[in-house]
């Protein structure tokens, strides 16, 4: 299985601030990783597909970056709203696998 | 825009079968514009997320090869539903279970269901 691994595992930072979240994974998977946001007690929404395409309705100040085995999720200036638990996702390979979560926090 | 709701027992015993539906609304199941690959994803207590399989819209199913073949996605037409069964359960198959949809497989799962909690306890 390809694994993903996340980071960092948890994120402080204040409503305004650009932070950036890094996911690796074990093998070369192309552009075939998604991101997702998840709020407590709700589903995850895909936030981004195929490493960079914002998905539509979600905001412009999310962007994602890379290729091959590195990756990252950037929101721009962070809102009020954004903090929330990130996960990137690889659709390259069965079975599907993701990585173990980032939570942003205030 | 397709909308998913899971349905099914919140409870389950040790070693019985877990039997869950997700009912599709908004569109045909059998529209394939809305969608190619009918999934489920679970999610432990406090955890991470887990994909359990999905099943083409010409019906080859693909599964996670962890569930040791426990496991079994079906569609139902007639009914606008797909199915996940898991059987031989134990404590450790507790978890929210989530069904979603993907257009094709790598674009990621969108939309999701809100999902619905199973415990499993005697």
């Known amino acids: 299985d390809i694994q993903m691994t996340q980071s960092p595992s948890s994120l402080s930072a204040s409503v305004g601030d650009r932070v950036t979240i890094t996911c690796r994974a074990t093998q070369s998977i192309s552009d075939y990783v998604n991101w997702y946001q998840q709020t407590p007690g709700k589903a995850p929404i895909l936030v981004i597909s195929t490493a960079s395409t914002l998905q539509s309705g979600a905001p412009s100040r999310f962007s994602g970056s890379g290729s091959g085995t590195d990756f990252a999720l950037t929101i721009s200036s962070l809102q009020p709203e954004d903090f929330a638990t990130y996960y990137c996702?690889?659709?390259?390979?069965?079975?599907?696998?993701f990585g173990q979560g980032t939570k942003l926090e205030i | 825009q397709v909308q998913l709701q899971e349905s099914g027992p919140g409870l389950v015993e040790p070693s019985q079968t877990l039997s869950l539906i997700c009912s599709v609304s908004?569109?045909?199941?059998?529209?394939?514009?809305?969608?190619?690959?009918w999934t489920w994803i679970r999610q432990h207590p406090g955890k991470g997320l887990e994909w359990i399989g999905y099943?083409?819209?010409?019906?080859?199913?693909y599964y996670n090869p962890s569930l040791k073949g426990r496991v079994t996605i079906s569609v139902d037409t007639s009914s606008n539903q797909f199915s996940l069964e898991l059987t031989s359960v134990t404590v450790a198959d507790t978890a929210v279970y989530y069904c979603?949809?993907?257009?094709?497989?790598?674009?990621?799962?969108?939309?999701w269901g809100q999902g619905t909690l199973v415990t499993v306890s005697s």
């Open positions: 099943i083409y819209h010409s019906g080859s199913a």
């Open positions: 908004g569109g045909s199941i059998s529209d394939t514009t809305f969608g190619y690959y």
């Open positions: 979603a949809n993907s257009l094709a497989a790598r674009l990621g799962f969108d939309p």
């Open positions: 996702q690889q659709s390259y390979n069965i079975p599907f696998t």
